[in-house]
């Protein structure tokens, strides 16, 4: 019973690390460019293949499997560099139009890149293999946790750490919050929009592709993951509240553990539970448990 | 005057279609007049009223699937009870949806729109036992007018009987949502659209009205779902899923949501030449992706828009 | 007594903007409310015509309660408004944006299959409105591409054009030129004897305009009534000389 119980709540809380870094891009992107992100799932999945290739290349040039994980993560980082031309070359134009039209955009992007995906990698779903088991098991309560699951998960709660103290303690970070809460002020005390939202939808891709490449190892990379993903995402973001950090780590626990628990207790409910609390909170708390005032 | 001879000219092509056109291009005709049912009902919401549902595929699912229940589980074989039973179940479903839903606007709106969607789908590619899971449902063929038309060939059914059923029930919502978007009900519909807030102290109660034009459009979606159901002769939960949802709405915007045929020029658009990119290279969402972009940047008004000499107008700035 | 407000108060967090807030509209009474920024005049209209719901107090009209009934059930029951920041539907005409005032008036709002165009008696009381407003050769101009003052006057007459009992108006003639200040009263003043309107509460800053028009002056001053009278008493009041009257001279 307590194995099992450790199983749920390991899988859970390693499915809840990845549904974090890609929610957490896209609350930045929508806290400061107010932009709902659909494309944010795609970048996850972009991560994945990205990573796939970059371990397989590590792999044949001889590097020793037990260090996998770096080529991995910056792989995935390095992904997330389609930010800016996604952001440069789209997004600017559409700053001043209705929210409807910035979302159909983003969903252009979604189209975009699911077939750029397969035509990149092809149909067939692609794995690392055995590289999961690289990093072995620990016994925890009489059930072997894998120890790759305990690395992605300190790694997330790191990322969330450095974002909450790059929000608080940098320039950067209070440039973010400044233009976040009052984007006319933030300009006329000389904030440089243009860069900022490039450097903002830039941060908020890598969160979603260093997400994918993170998750890879433990499954294989589709061409389908990435609209699957954006609709957990969207869970996330919309029980934890529209651009807030604590929302999408909250809200990301609360996704990532329930839906395992699900999965196990009754497979039909799954997702069907997620959405029903999504309907829940938007019709009872509409700004999330973290949110501020509805747009 | 030149509006109405395009119109007669284009309903003249679609009811010699059959005749003249090969069978292939024919038969993506009812793809094509099923979409453009349910856009005119979208349309009503985004185009008119002012709100962008990413979860209309939920009521394409509910038609379809009303279809299935009923000629492959109840044995009901009458496509004019399939349709009606679409409507009202459509109809039924939207009223507790849309009464939550309507109460928020724009981003809010269109995720809480998603979520019902995304229950909707769950919920049929789960409980595979009553919904057949992804594999999905037979909606096997149904009768028209009180006739099996079991005698003839699928092909022969199709576009013979079928598709001068579907030109009729297109060309009918269309004269119904001709006349609804030029009452007064469809004033208050563009005041909403323009400015609640105005709208409001003009004594137009501005949720009850976008309710309402929530409850036609999921009627419309829900006929248009079930329209979609023969020709495939199987429905599955793809057509509930969001990027569905997300779809329509492109199809409304690359005609042109500003325009009342607009929708239904995305609608044949869309089709035509997702199945010509499709021939060529297997990339269709690639090409169509650069597309909506260039139409969300370039082209807000759509296809529409470009055509008619006056600029479109650009709904909410 | 068409409109009755009796101790209002409305309260914005810890700000008090009303802060016990009595009066009382006779019918055929045109009334103006005066008061330097921030003395509560706009909410006072807002709690009037139920945007906003007051903190304390009561809002009756014809001795019935509507406090907080929100605006589009008053504007049903005969209680109509324009706005401060002007208020348009930017793509409907001049015309569509009367009959819409009309369809509603009429309760005609969820006929759903009948024609408009056909609907003489919506059209008829749509142009009778532009007409009286001088509107009437801009009918077919979207509503976006009227020059300022028409777009101020559209709002005044789309109001109007609810042939209300009690009309309020949230300075009727701010951001327009001074021709256009005084073709826009005229307008409304001529405009209610013909529809039958029975009393104009306004807010106003132009001093000419108030005391030119107004049977009454009511001058808010921090949340409160500071004078309640005839032009020539408030005209005769010192404290609202030197707090809203003189201020505005001195301004101007």
């Known amino acids: ?173 209070c440039i973010i919050r400044a233009s976040a809460d009052n984007r006319e002020m933030a300009e006329a005390l000389g904030v440089d929009m243009r860069r900022l939202y490039a450097k903002v939808f830039t941060l908020g891709t890598a969160l979603g592709t260093l997400g994918g490449a993170l998750v890879i190892p433990a499954t294989a990379a589709m061409s389908e993951m990435g609209i699957e993903l954006i609709v957990e995402a969207f869970a996330v973001v919309v029980i934890g509240g529209l651009g807030s950090m604590r929302g999408a780590f909250v809200g990301a626990l609360i996704v990532g553990v329930l839906r395992s628990i699900a999965i196990s207790v009754y497979p039909e409910l799954e997702m069907l539970l997620i959405y029903l609390i999504v309907i829940a909170v938007l019709v009872l708390r509409p700004r999330g448990l973290f949110g501020g005032a509805p747009a | 005057m030149s509006g109405r001879l395009v119109l007669a000219a284009a309903l003249g092509a679609a009811v010699l279609a059959p005749l003249v056109a090969p069978t292939y291009q024919a038969l993506l005709m009812l793809p094509f007049m099923a979409y453009a049912v349910a856009l005119l009902g979208l349309n009503l919401l985004f185009g008119y009223t002012g709100l962008v549902s990413f979860g209309h595929a939920l009521f394409l699912g509910i038609g379809a699937y009303t279809g299935a229940f009923l000629t492959s589980v109840f044995k009901v074989r009458s496509m004019e009870v399939i349709l009606v039973a679409a409507a009202a179940l459509g109809a039924l479903v939207a009223a507790p949806v849309g009464a939550l839903c309507v109460r928020y606007v724009k981003i809010y709106f269109g995720m809480l729109t998603l979520a019902f969607g995304m229950v909707f789908y769950t919920f049929v590619l789960k409980f595979y036992r009553l919904t057949g899971g992804d594999e999905g449902m037979p909606f096997l063929r149904p009768a028209l007018l009180g006739r099996s038309l079991e005698g003839l060939s699928k092909i022969d059914y199709l576009v013979g009987p079928y598709y001068y059923y579907s030109l009729a029930v297109l060309v009918l919502a269309t004269l119904v949502m001709w006349r609804i978007v030029r009452s007064p009900f469809g004033l208050c519909l563009k005041t909403i659209r323009d400015n609640p807030t105005k709208a409001e102290t003009l004594g137009i109660g501005v949720a009850r009205y976008r309710w309402y034009a929530f409850v036609i459009s999921a009627v419309y979606a829900a006929v248009g779902g079930a329209l979609l159901g023969p020709p495939t002769g199987n429905v599955d939960p793809t057509l509930a899923y969001w990027t569905q ?51 969300v940047i370039f082209a807000p008004g759509g296809l529409a828009g470009l055509l008619t000499p006056r600029p479109a107008a650009a709904p909410r700035p | 007594m068409i409109l009755r407000a009796e101790g209002l108060r409305k309260l914005y967090g810890e700000v008090c903007a009303l802060d016990g807030v009595s009066l009382a509209i006779d019918a055929g009474e045109f009334v103006s409310i005066i008061g330097p920024n921030g003395a509560g005049k706009s909410t006072l209209i807002n709690v009037l015509t139920g945007v906003l719901r007051p903190t304390a107090g009561a809002v009756t009209f014809k001795d019935r309660d509507v406090s907080g009934l929100g605006p589009a059930r008053l504007a049903r029951l005969g209680i109509a408004r324009s706005f401060q920041l002007v208020q348009i539907f930017p793509d409907l005409t001049v015309l569509e944006t009367l009959q819409a005032a009309v369809v509603s008036r009429l309760g005609r709002g969820t006929r759903l299959f009948a024609s408009l165009a056909a609907d003489r008696e919506v059209q008829e009381g749509a142009i009778d409105v532009a007409e009286l407003f001088g509107l009437g050769e801009k009918r077919h101009v979207p509503a976006k591409q009227l020059p300022q003052g028409d777009k101020k006057l559209l709002d005044v007459a789309s109001a109007f054009a609810l042939r209300p009992e009690l009309i309020l108006l949230d300075e009727p003639t701010s951001g327009v030129s001074t021709a256009d200040k005084t073709t826009i009263m005229e307008s409304l003043v001529s405009a209610s004897k013909r529809i039958g309107v029975r009393a104009i ?11 030119a028009y107004s049977d009454r002056i009511i001058a808010l001053h921090e949340g409160r009534v500071l004078a309640d009278g005839p032009p020539a008493a408030i005209e005769a009041d010192r404290r609202v000389v030197d707090t809203v009257v003189g201020r505005r001279a001195r301004a101007g």
């Not at chain 1, 019973?1 to 809380?13: D, E, F, K, R």
């Not at chain 1, 055995?130 to 009489?142: A, E, N, Q």
Request: hydrophobic fraction near 60%; charged fraction near 10%; aromatic fraction near 14%.
């Open chain 1, 1 to 173: 019973m307590t194995a099992h119980v450790v199983n749920l709540v390991v899988s859970g809380v390693f499915h809840a690390s990845i549904l974090f870094l890609v929610s957490a891009g896209l609350q930045v992107v929508f806290g400061v460019q107010k932009i709902f992100n659909l494309a944010c799932g795609s970048f996850y999945a972009l991560g994945a293949y990205v990573g796939v290739s970059a371990v397989a290349w590590y792999a044949e040039a001889g590097g020793p499997p037990a260090l996998f994980i770096l080529p991995l993560a910056i792989a995935g980082v390095a992904a997330g560099a389609l930010g800016v031309v996604v952001e440069r070359g789209l997004l600017r134009f559409v700053y001043d139009r209705d929210e409807t039209f910035q979302l159909l955009l983003t969903f252009a992007v979604v189209l975009m890149m699911e077939d750029a995906i397969r035509m990149t990698w092809g149909t067939s779903p692609r794995s690392t293999a055995g590289l999961y088991l690289t990093y072995g098991g620990v016994h925890v309560l009489g059930t072997t946790v894998p120890v790759y699951n305990l690395i992605v998960i300190g790694a997330s709660l790191a990322i969330a750490v450095l974002i909450g103290w790059l929000l608080t303690h940098t320039a950067f970070g």
């Open chain 2, 245 to 295: 949802s997300g779809n329509i709405v492109f199809m409304t915007l690359l005609g042109g949501f500003a325009s009342f045929f607009g929708p239904v020029l995305g609608a044949f658009v869309f089709i035509y030449l997702q199945d010509w990119v499709m021939s060529i290279v297997p990339f269709w969402r690639l090409i169509f992706g650069a597309i909506l972009a260039v139409i």
């Open chain 3, 201 to 211: 509460i306004q807010v106003e800053h132009d001093m000419d305009i108030v005391f």
